[in-house]
């Protein structure tokens, strides 16, 4: 019975020594993945990495972990129109099947999916927010964009009648979509601007919009997208989607 209560003993403490060298190893991984993925993506910070999994030693000697979630704050993507770029906040990405090469330089996920979220602000900068002429003494802008409810923007336009600004702007609810990468508004109705007649176009020229959102990290794409109290939330996913190298 002696022998037995030490050998319990001896196999509880190498049993706890291997989870915190796990624990240490993972926490190690963890800081080098954030700092290749900063310079991967030319991030201004680090973003947020944790390794799923336990343990994460035998994962590693196989060459694959099961699950692996990143989190990026204020990413700046490419708005499709040259050097402009467009905010995306609190960046959160979930990275399955993450297998990597043999000196660790590069690590590339089978799948992913995420979310983000685009501040109404920051999406304010693709609508003309400039007055633009829409009739023959008539011009309007977008002004604001919030929360509309049931999944839809609410555009605020501003308009100015033969030198005379309307006293109170008015508004439209949007519908937010996903279309070849592109974040489009459409209005589900037009408003209209001291009773003047305005061709459809015209007013859609001012309500409509759309903005191109390309580079991405690891190169995932817009998948859905719906208005939110704080801005647009959109969902990302990709496959083969590269981490580091």
Request: cysteine-free.
């Amino acid at each position: 019975m002696r022998a037995l209560r030490i050998l319990l003993i001896v196999v509880v403490i190498l049993g706890g020594l291997f989870v915190i060298a796990d624990r240490v190893a993972v926490n190690f991984a963890e800081d080098e993945a954030a700092d290749r993925l900063k310079t991967t993506e030319n991030l201004s910070a680090n973003p947020d990495v944790s390794i799923k999994g336990f343990p994460f030693l035998t994962q590693v000697a196989g060459g694959s972990l099961d699950d692996i979630e990143v989190g990026i704050q204020d990413y700046e993507a490419a708005a499709g129109n040259g050097a402009q770029k467009i905010r995306i906040d609190d960046l959160k990405a979930d990275m399955q099947g993450v297998e990597f090469s043999g000196d660790y330089s590069s690590a590339t996920a089978t799948s992913a999916t995420g979310t983000a979220t685009i501040a109404y602000d920051e999406l304010l900068k693709t609508a003309k927010s400039e007055p633009t002429q829409v009739a023959p003494g008539v011009t309007a802008n977008v002004v604001g964009l919030s929360d509309g409810g049931n999944g839809k923007i609410k555009v605020t336009v501003e308009a100015t009648v033969l030198g005379t600004k309307l006293p109170e702007p008015v508004s439209v609810l949007s519908s937010v979509t996903v279309v070849d990468g592109e974040v489009r508004v459409k209005a589900d109705g037009l408003p209209t601007f001291g009773g003047v007649d305005i061709a459809e176009s015209r007013v859609r020229a001012i309500t409509d919009f759309q903005q191109k959102i390309d580079g991405l990290p690891g190169g995932i794409q817009l998948d859905k997208v719906q208005a939110a109290p704080n801005g647009v939330e959109i969902t990302v996913k990709g496959s083969n989607v590269r981490l580091a190298g």
